[in-house]
């Protein structure tokens, strides 16, 4: 829950207030500096329209490139604790960045490493280089051409296996596992309530599949009974005919936020009004819960309640695609309609064969207890760490648990000041703003990892402490007593 301060918001407001003037009075400067060279102009006397134009293109030019040394930084290195950032400069107050051939080692607050499989790994890495030598980087095909090998076959079942469902199809992109699947499981007359604050590939998902989309309040189960009750009673728009199928589609952990879903609560309501759950594990599968099962397991939820499980590899296995397990009528449906399927290149072996091995050691099959290692290490790092932050006065969201831990920023002028100094001190974060989050909501988004030592931590947290004074974000001081 956002605690905005007043004051906060008004300097937050007149801040952005400000920007845009400027940009605008630039804009208008440079439109009648330039208006025969102009390249739009250009464009439009050759018969052709501007492809970028209108308030995006404005935040790009006037905001975003003011700041955008602070994003899309590259790194010489595995995603570990530790980081090889490569150092960039820009000639032209960062309309363009060029990299050099300099590195700074930083410490990584910044990756979804949760369990650290995404450095080398004593039981991972070994069989990934044998997979490799096997069956080479790419099938070169779809899935229901030549690109199922046996080891799709394999991780299929054991992803089905480990989160306890029927049965799990696999792809090789976790946004396309949203945006994909959604469209394939509802159309047109179909409803679908979404969570105020679920990810843009559910957003772009419920939007392509044709299907009405209603929007409750995030985390709500009393609003979302309300919305269902409304809709329910109303039905389909214009004919009022009953709806062919509803879906409700919540997150395990919302990854701008950190919190965990209210599932019990939500599946009581869905169960109540016959509504299908479907639930993005995304952030929660494998990095919470006793023997790391996600948000089901930690919060005492059947999966025989939850309809459809959707999870992604790229975050606590080192890996890179998504699943969807459900009952075997479900899969075998999704297999034979879902474009992804069909169209999109499989999963790449050494990936695949990746997510098995990370598996097999989080449930123990490697032989040693590892895996539960892992999991109470991200577990008591994530719950450190928060205390402190929240210690130090930092707003920070989220729950106990929760790996992810955003830390409001809010003014757009701390957005590159945070993001500098951290670096400045060798410390690699993730500020976050618009489009990923509301205007006035910016903030940098904290992720924990197993690999990170108490000692990494400390220091973590005092640089975060000295720029957090600097740059004046502890919106909540605690008092000394």
């Not at 994003?71 to 960062?94: C, L, M």
Request: hydrophobic share 40%; aromatic share 8%; net charge neutral.
């Amino acid at each position: 829950m956002v605690r905005l301060p007043y004051l906060t918001a008004l300097t937050t407001l007149f801040s952005y207030g400000l920007l845009f003037a400027f940009g605008q009075v630039r804009d208008f400067i440079r439109y009648i500096l330039d208006l025969r060279k102009s390249k739009n102009l250009q464009c439009l006397v050759q018969g052709y329209a501007p492809i970028c134009l209108g308030l995006e293109d404005f935040y790009t030019r006037r905001l975003y490139l003011r700041i955008q040394d602070c994003f899309n930084r590259p790194i010489a290195s595995a995603p570990d604790s530790w980081i090889d950032v490569v150092e960039r400069y820009s000639k032209d107050h960062n309309k363009t960045l060029h990299r050099t051939s300099k590195t700074s080692k930083c410490l990584n607050l910044g990756s979804y490493n949760y369990l650290g499989f995404a450095a080398a790994d004593e039981f991972c890495t070994p069989r990934v280089i044998e997979s490799l030598k096997e069956y080479s980087p790419s099938t070169c095909s779809a899935r229901v051409d030549g690109g199922t090998t046996k080891l799709h076959a394999e991780l299929e079942e054991l992803v089905a296996q480990f989160v306890r469902k029927p049965a799990a199809i696999v792809f090789g992109m976790g946004y396309a596992t949203n945006s994909a699947i959604i469209p394939s499981l509802i159309g047109k007359g179909g409803l679908i309530v979404s969570d105020s604050l679920n990810h843009n590939s559910i957003v772009n998902g419920s939007r392509g599949s044709g299907a009405t989309v209603q929007v409750f309040q995030h985390n709500s189960a009393a609003h979302l009974e309300e919305v269902l009750r409304e809709q329910i009673a109303e039905g389909q728009p214009r004919t009022h005919r009953p709806w062919k199928k509803i879906i409700v589609i919540v997150e395990g952990i919302y990854s701008m936020e950190g919190e965990l879903c209210k599932l019990p609560d939500i599946i009581d309501v869905c169960k109540k009004y016959k509504a299908y759950t479907y639930l993005d594990e995304a952030h929660s599968i494998g990095a919470i819960g006793r023997s790391g099962r996600g948000v089901c397991e930690l919060l005492g939820v059947d999966t025989a309640d939850v309809d459809i499980m959707m999870g992604t590899f790229t975050k606590s296995f080192g890996s890179c695609g998504g699943y969807i397990a459900a009952s075997k009528e479900i899969i075998q449906h999704l297999k034979n309609t879902c474009p992804a399927h069909f169209y999109a290149t499989s999963m790449s072996p050494p990936s695949v064969q990746q997510v098995i091995s990370a598996i097999k050691v989080v449930i123990g099959e490697d032989g040693s207890d590892r895996g539960a290692r892992k999991l109470a290490q991200i577990r008591e790092n994530s719950n450190f760490f928060r205390f402190e932050l929240h210690r130090m006065g930092f707003e920070v969201l989220g729950d106990d648990d929760s790996p992810v831990m955003p830390i409001m920023l809010y003014n757009p002028a701390k957005i590159p000041a945070f993001s500098r100094e951290c670096l400045r001190h060798n410390l690699a974060v993730v500020t976050v703003a618009f489009p990923a989050t509301p205007l006035l909501l910016a903030r940098a988004r904290i992720c924990l990892s197993a690999s990170h030592t108490r000692e990494d931590m400390i220091r973590a947290l005092d640089v975060l402490s000295t720029v957090g004074d600097l740059v004046g974000i502890k919106y909540f001081p605690i008092e000394p007593q």
